[in-house]
């Protein structure tokens, strides 16, 4: 992992330079937000298509292209738009040395992550009571899972699978990048580097739990306070206790562990036993834990003495 990691670290570096001298200098802040790619943790989580890749019976270190461009693709989002991102990584897919079909397969699917169709779009976390099905059926749920679906398919194409295995593959893919959202949206920026947050905000899993349980009148009180949250801490921290109901909690559980089983089962189906399929499962394990919430009765305490 150490050598993957210090060649990625070189790739990303050197695709940045190259990207400048031909684009011209970049905005300062995609080059620090690609600079926060080069570190680790978040470093360590780009190399996903590598562990993919080395799962599925391939070497790893052919797939360091897609880890470039899946870091490329995080710190284009987060300062050029989905439309300036494709555009970047687009740019970049066609100075690599990829045969014809690599680069019609992966400019298709770097473009079916970044914009989607209306009917496979992101869900978002608040104000859609299909939120919860959606976390556990839709191939396409978040960020993560969309651009962790994507990185395993663009894996596994360098084995020439059938399409039927690689859909697999981005089913798998789709569910850890969606256990891993979970998992970010339970942790402090402190706790986990590869899950930076601004801040604390509740899980849209865990949220959906509770629209589906209450009343019209205090779901509406829910999504109205939910909209405060996004820039209030106060207000974040009263949605925090509001969802925290242990009856949602244990059944938010019961999901977290569905979506964990599904992946761990899809993965274990598609290889054999390895290194690179050990550090997936332990992945997979991890960002169970940390998606685990505790119930109001334990978070309000405090507060009720």
Known sequence: MRTLTTLLRTELREAESRIA???????????????????????????FAALVAGAAGGTPHEAIPICVLSGLSWAGVETLGRVGALQLLLHHLGSQAVSPRLRREWSNELERSLLPAESTRCAKPVGLAATRQRYLTTACMTARSAAHARDAVMAVSLQGLTAATSEKWREFGAWFGA?????????????????????????????????????????????????????????????????????GVFAYHRDVATLHDQARDRLIQLCTPGPYAERLLSDLDRWRTLAWVRPREVLGSAAQK
């Open 21 to 47: 001298r031909e684009l011209g200098d970049l905005p300062s802040s995609l080059r620090l937000h690609l600079h926060v790619q080069r570190k680790s943790p978040v470093l360590e989580s780009r190399l």
């Open 179 to 247: 256990l891993m959202d979970l998992a970010a949206s339970n942790v402090q920026d402190s706790v986990d580097g590869a899950l930076v947050r601004p801040a604390r905000v509740v899980s849209p899993l865990l949220f959906a739990h509770t629209l589906e349980s209450t009343s019209t009148h205090r779901r509406h009180h829910l999504l109205s306070l939910a909209e405060e949250a996004k820039h209030d801490t106060d207000a974040r921290a009263v949605l925090h206790e509001l969802v925290s109901s242990r009856s």
